[in-house]
């Protein structure tokens, strides 16, 4: 396979955040692969503990939840607050997905079309097959699995290189790292390498 600018600009990225590039690519695709049904699961879980409060509780499930916290015996409270907890949980890893995507939605060089791809391939609800991606891209066959790879790539640093160190920065109560010094790749004007 021909190594792209885009592909070589990446991979220096990588090295300028000592990012292992393959290890952080397979984990980008693990990540990417599960995400479809994370959120299916999630989904079906918070419906799960919201039918549960309702039937058993109240009909309202303002209600329930603060006769869960105020009322309810310790064992109820406790199997609740792991059910929530677990949903919590998830959703802080749907949200770190979302902070990389947009991320590169406003990468400076192909950032919507990665976007898109990725999209496509692997966030929304219904994935939608090979042809019809490549159909709805424009693009052909070839161009279409460099690109997929660049965004994988791409989607690796804005998650392992941006998300991931911004939000430890959130939990661990420090301002260390400026949204401006972490990736300078994702400003709007083209770099130079």
Known sequence: MRLTRNMKNISKMYEGMNLDEEQVFHKSKLVLAIYRDVVWRTIQEANYVREACESYYSNELATALTYLNDFAPTEKKDKFSDKVSCIFETKWMIDLVDTAMIKIYNYHTNGKLYHEILSKCYITAYPMTETEILEYLSIERTSFYTKKKEAI???????????????QAIFNGTDAIEENELLYFFEEKQNTY
């Open 153 to 167: 790539k791409l989607f690796g640093i804005a998650l392992w290189g941006y998300s991931l160190p911004k939000y």
